[in-house]
């Protein structure tokens, strides 16, 4: 029999499969108990395990220490969500089994809610992939590091918007785009990024000395700003149009820029700069754990929910960065 295409070594999760283990609202709620709740169940306001079952329409659990009803969805991503559990479990699927991620437009006809609702629960699972920066531990490499611009172009803006750009004396390339950075481990497969605000010397190798272990190999292009670095450092000239030189070359981390772009045109067709680190931190999670099992990393997406919380208010005030939403 020919070998199936792509990691076939994953044991993947049918709509079939995933039907018969949710077959009702109980068995999702037992199963989202099960992963916030590995040790049994405990009281998110205190931490105490002097719990019962209680009356209470909304919250089931109630804590004799602080005298506190809740549920699983509090302390999480999901608190206060009035959604049935079996839609967030279709909604981490969903995202988790599309490479370029899931719309929210196509998440909401396919579990049948708000296209608003849809947006802030695919926010919320996003959130899921922030880790603190103490369980990261640096990439022992080799490590390629580059980057690159998100955001549309000139030639795509209509005439009108041109015209203004040209009277305010802004030019083309890559003024209204944002950078982001990003760094790759070889051995691990692992990929880090972030948004930046500048391409200078201070940003691009203070990413790398928070991300590289002091011994590992770097590989980068020939942009200045990585001149100097206190690395065992190689680059390839690419304004010089070579692109590999026996071990050096950046085709990974390049590669994982062509799937976030390609999402970014075919499934998203914008990503706005207020929330573009929560995109570029998706994309980054879901490779890192593109290896495992489709319910592994559905679990994985649950246990990163516990501890953070996300609220539609939160989501929306300003921080700053502008959202391009329509007025």
């Known amino acids: 029999m020919a070998q199936a295409p792509g990691k076939n ?7 079939i499969d995933l039907t018969e283990m949710f077959p009702n609202e109980k068995s999702a709620r037992e199963w989202f ?13 205190c931490g105490s395990d002097r719990t019962h079952e209680a009356s209470h329409g909304n919250m089931p659990y109630w804590c004799t220490d602080c005298r506190s ?4 969805k509090t302390g999480t991503v999901m608190e206060k969500s009035p959604l049935p559990f ?44 922030k880790r603190d920066d103490d369980d990261e531990p640096p990439m022992g490499g080799p490590v390629e590091v580059d980057e690159t611009f998100v955001g549309g172009t000139v030639r795509n803006m209509s005439n009108a918007k041109r015209r203004e750009r040209k009277e305010a004396g802004v030019g083309s390339g890559t003024t209204d785009m944002t950078a982001v950075v990003g760094a790759k481990c070889r051995v691990s497969n692992e990929v880090r990024a972030e948004v930046v605000e500048t391409r200078d010397k201070v940003t691009l190798q203070g990413f790398i000395a928070d991300h590289a272990a002091t011994d590992a190999k770097v590989y980068t292009d020939d942009h200045g700003a990585y001149a100097g670095m206190p690395f065992d450092h190689e680059t390839v000239n690419h304004s010089a149009a070579e ?6 070359h950046t085709n990974g981390i390049e590669s994982f820029w062509a799937v976030l772009k390609r999402a970014h045109k075919g499934v998203y067709h914008k990503f706005s700069v207020k929330h573009l680190q929560r995109y570029v931190t998706d994309f980054a999670g879901r490779h890192n754990v593109r290896t495992k099992d489709t319910l592994s990393q559905m679990e994985f997406i649950v246990a990163g929910m516990v501890g953070k919380r996300l609220t539609y208010k939160a989501l929306k005030a300003d921080n700053g960065l502008p959202s391009g939403a329509r007025k």
């Open 243 to 248: 692109y590999v030189r026996d071990m050096a």
């Open 86 to 129: 079996r839609k967030w479990v279709l909604a981490i699927y969903l995202h988790m089994t599309s490479l370029k991620g899931v719309s929210s437009m196509k998440l909401h006809r396919d579990i049948g809610v708000t296209q608003k609702t849809a947006w802030f629960m695919l926010q919320r699972i996003r959130e899921a992939f």
């Open 9 to 15: 070594f994953r044991k993947g999760l049918t709509i």
């Open 33 to 45: 108990e099960s992963l916030v709740w590995p040790e049994g169940r405990k009281c998110p306001h």
């Open 69 to 72: 009803y809740f549920s699983v």
